[in-house]
């Protein structure tokens, strides 16, 4: 079993700024990517970005291309989401993600269905 426990979420203007941070414990050897997604009332959850645990690779949505980057600290086993230049639209609870198996592309690390493990969540509002 994996655990994650997000935080770093909160109320920020449009233009601003946040980083999430998403700490893993238990089986954390077993960990092959981690994502990160988003979640509005009403709607279905949709993938954010993702990074493979071992090499690095990054994947974004196209909504956040240019304003989040994805990293890891593997010696901290933990994974963070830094958020620019956010925007209203932005707003959401967001979740961290982790998964033991699959393949590299990007239709599999932004697929939900393909994480086994899911923080919490952590709720982002972006006011305009």
């Known amino acids: 079993q994996v655990q994650l426990v997000e935080s770093g979420g909160g109320l920020v203007q449009a233009g601003g700024s946040l980083r999430l941070s998403c700490a893993a414990s238990?089986?954390?050897?077993?960990?092959?990517?981690m994502g990160w997604f988003r979640q509005t009332p009403g709607k279905e959850r949709e993938f954010v970005a993702a990074i493979i645990w071992s090499g690095g690779s990054t994947y974004y949505a196209d909504s956040v291309k240019g304003r989040f980057a994805i990293s890891r600290d593997n010696a901290k086993n933990t994974v963070f989401l830094q958020m620019n230049s956010l925007k209203p639209e932005d707003t959401a609870v967001y979740y961290c993600?982790?998964?033991?198996?699959?393949?590299?592309?990007?239709?599999?690390?932004?697929?939900?269905?393909?994480?086994?493990?899911w923080g919490q969540g952590t709720q982002v509002t972006v006011s305009s």
């Open positions: 993600a982790a998964r033991v198996s699959g393949s590299w592309y990007y239709a599999s690390v932004s697929s939900v269905s393909r994480y086994d493990y």
């Open positions: 238990g089986r954390t050897f077993s960990i092959k990517s």
